[in-house]
């Protein structure tokens, strides 16, 4: 008789080695986040066939203490049957959002990492099918496809043309004012999900720099402000940064009356000089695949796209299978 399915947690950073064997190109950071907090045993849930692992998934946040904030990871066994796949990947997500997510709470956006060319790989494609559609029979729906891009030493860096001058940005108010003026017309999708809900250009402004921005521990004078020269009228904005594990363009802007004139080159070097001269390894960065003029624009400033993401999310709280 075969052996039950068990769904559960990690008992502790001992079974460590049982959660990852499954791969994923996230693994290497798994120990790390346990040893600051970033993810912990109670959000790490297996599915097991006696020693067999079929699948797997976890949780993470910015830092220690904070409640989950992204599903991503969730992966099952490749040599499991389609049908199997998609039987057990249901009811381990079910199981462990139960367990982890309060009840009547959104759950938390899950987000997947992969290679630029899934589509074309017959045997990619149909993993990762199986695995958006028992998101998708969870209540899930695909919010975004973005392009992952990356900057090395030694790509050249635009010289300043001086049509712009830039400055440190002061305080808060200061960026969080510029983020919600390009809000207006944004193309990214995140930013128009967070209008769709309900809130306004200003909220969704102070919900992005609060949950993202504020938690970065690299030198606020790296973030830059972009204005006209002589009068001192803010153009735009970027914001180079480090996030837990690379440096970042973070964010960056072009307000709606200076849009349509380059400037976003101007901004995207400025931030890219800023980062470069600091000496580090690699810039990250990343844009949604239809927001072609973004994608264009670190194309031009020599970011090279190394994979694609995905966004899936739960607009009703409490989502439950159909």
């Known amino acids: 008789m075969p052996d039950a399915l068990v769904i559960r947690p990690l008992t502790g950073p001992e079974e460590l080695g049982l959660f990852l064997r499954l791969t994923y190109t996230l693994d290497d950071e798994v120990a790390d986040d346990l040893a600051t907090g970033r993810r912990v045993p109670a959000w790490m849930w297996v599915a097991l066939r006696g020693e067999r692992l079929l699948g797997r998934l976890s949780w993470w946040t910015h830092k220690a203490g904070g409640e989950p904030f992204t599903l991503d990871f969730f992966d099952l066994d490749p040599e499991l049957s389609e049908e199997e796949r998609a039987e057990i990947g249901l009811r381990l997500l079910e199981t462990a959002t139960a367990a982890v997510i309060p009840a009547g709470a959104r759950r938390p956006e899950f987000g997947r990492f992969l290679p630029a060319d899934w589509r074309e790989v017959p045997e990619t494609r149909a993993e990762l099918e199986t695995l958006f559609g028992v998101l998708e029979r969870s209540g899930a729906r695909p919010l975004v496809e973005r392009l992952r891009l990356e900057w090395r030493p030694g790509t050249p860096v635009a010289e300043p043309t001086g049509r712009l001058a830039f400055r440190a940005v002061r305080d808060r108010e200061d960026l969080v004012g510029l983020m919600t003026s390009v809000m207006e017309g944004t193309l990214d999708a995140h930013g128009q999900a967070d209008l769709a809900s309900g809130l306004t250009p200003r909220e ?11 938690e970065y521990a690299s030198p606020r004078e790296w973030w830059r402000v972009a204005e006209l ?8 904005f970027v914001v180079p940064a480090r996030n837990n594990y690379h440096h970042t363009i973070a964010y960056i802007g072009v307000l709606p009356a200076h849009r349509g004139h380059g400037y976003i080159d101007d901004i995207l070097a400025e931030g890219t000089r800023v980062l470069a001269s600091a000496g580090v390894p690699r810039i990250r960065a990343a844009t949604d695949l239809g927001n072609v003029p973004m994608a264009a624009a670190f194309a031009r400033a020599g970011y090279a796209a190394f994979q694609h993401a995905i966004n899936h999310v739960w607009d009703a709280p409490g989502a439950s299978p159909s």
């Open 204 to 214: 969704a402004a102070e919900q992005h720099y609060d949950e993202e921005l504020a």
């Open 229 to 236: 020269p002589g009068g001192g009228e803010p153009v735009g």
